[in-house]
């Protein structure tokens, strides 16, 4: 297990390299399932998410496209995020916690 200096001395590299362009991408238009599927891929949550192809990531990608013009304000996140994963949950018949949180941090 890596040590918490470690991990500190890593993300700032890690936003600046990777964070920072995902952030800029999903500030645009909608999200597209391709950027959705590179994410998820880059942060190792692609397998949580089921289907195949960038195809499985149209319903998520319509989910998080519905907030885009929405401020989340900070107490309103665990509710946005409990609600969200029932949601998919219902489309998808499973649950994919951490691709959605990620998601909406990159939002």
Not at 15 to 28: I, K, L, M, N
Not at 36 to 61: D, I, N, S
Not at 81 to 105: P, V
């Amino acid at each position: 297990m890596k040590s918490w200096r470690l991990c500190a001395e890593h993300y700032p590299k890690q936003w600046s390299d990777q964070d920072s362009e995902f952030h800029a991408s999903f500030s645009g238009n909608d999200v597209a399932c391709e950027l959705l599927g590179e994410m998820c891929w880059k942060y190792q949550v692609a397998r949580t998410v089921p289907g195949r192809g960038t195809a499985r990531y149209k319903h998520f990608a319509e989910m998080l496209s519905k907030y885009r013009e929405q401020v989340i304000r900070p107490q309103e996140v665990a509710d946005i995020i409990e609600k969200e994963l029932a949601s998919m949950k219902g489309i998808y018949h499973k649950g994919f916690l951490s691709a959605i949180t990620k998601a909406f941090w990159m939002m």
